[in-house]
């Protein structure tokens, strides 16, 4: 018997992060990963490895995740995309799906992501965007927070912009652009990179955030470039703003 080759797919993904565990699957925990790999083995009968041009954390939210896997059944794009999306929970959507070239890697292949950070600030809180922006109550200084979020832009060693656990060997990275946007109560942080350390973009946020209500002051965050100190910095936002915009290939 012959195996027939396997096809390389390209999907894009859109999830609302709250009720997931982030992509990665875990034992015991609801993933991203997890949910679709399972639809594919329930739509196909394939069991399939879906890998993400990058793994979000628990609560974060995609726009337009990229993910790539193989698979031998041969079926055109707009089947797997209704078929899936007739499986998949009502958090998590395919909005595209193609063919890609067999050397395609959603990870490996990407040049760049950004991201989008989404604060409320306002002292009544928005119930339409509970799951999708941090509440910020006080008032804070747009003036100060577009200023020094202009340091961070350009190649620098963030080691003092990672969470404790982060295990990637190289903290050397280029932010491409940090723009800073304000919509009456709505701030948006938009943040594109080569590549992000973990919870990188929500420690940016966070300390920016804290620039902006005087509890930090600007210089404090080019000391933190320059010596990789996380303790002198601000908070880490919490997930729930955090939304991965777009890949960059």
């Not at 067999?102 to 989404?118: C, E, I, L, N, Q």
């Amino acid at each position: 018997m012959i195996d027939r080759p396997k096809q390389r797919w390209r999907v894009v993904v859109e999830y609302d992060g709250t009720e997931f565990s982030g992509w990665q699957r875990q034992d015991g925990q609801r993933t991203v990963q997890a949910v679709i790999e399972d639809a594919i083995r329930q739509m196909i009968g394939e069991s399939v490895f879906v890998r993400a041009a990058g793994r979000t954390d628990a609560g974060v939210h995609a726009d337009a995740q990229v993910a790539s896997f193989d698979l031998a059944q041969a079926i055109p794009p707009h089947g797997l995309l209704r078929g899936l999306n007739s499986i998949l929970p009502a958090d998590v959507a395919l909005i595209d799906s193609a063919h890609a070239a067999p050397d395609f890697d959603a990870r490996f292949s990407a040049r760049g992501k950004v991201y989008r950070y989404t604060v409320w600030n306002h002292f009544v809180r928005s119930p339409l965007r509970a799951r999708t922006a941090w509440q910020v109550r006080q008032t804070v200084d747009m003036e100060a927070i577009r200023q020094t979020a202009a340091v961070l832009v350009g190649e620098h060693d963030f080691r003092g912009f990672r969470a404790s656990d982060c295990d990637r060997r190289t903290t050397r990275r280029i932010v491409r652009r940090l723009d800073v946007d304000r919509q009456g109560p709505v701030i948006t942080f938009d943040v594109e990179a080569t590549a992000f350390l973990k919870n990188m973009v929500r420690i940016l946020v966070g300390t920016l955030v804290d620039v902006g209500r005087g509890r930090i002051e600007p210089a404090t965050v080019a000391r933190m470039l320059e010596t990789g100190d996380r303790t002198v910095g601000g908070m880490t936002a919490p997930a729930c703003g955090l939304t991965l915009l777009r890949v960059l290939y």
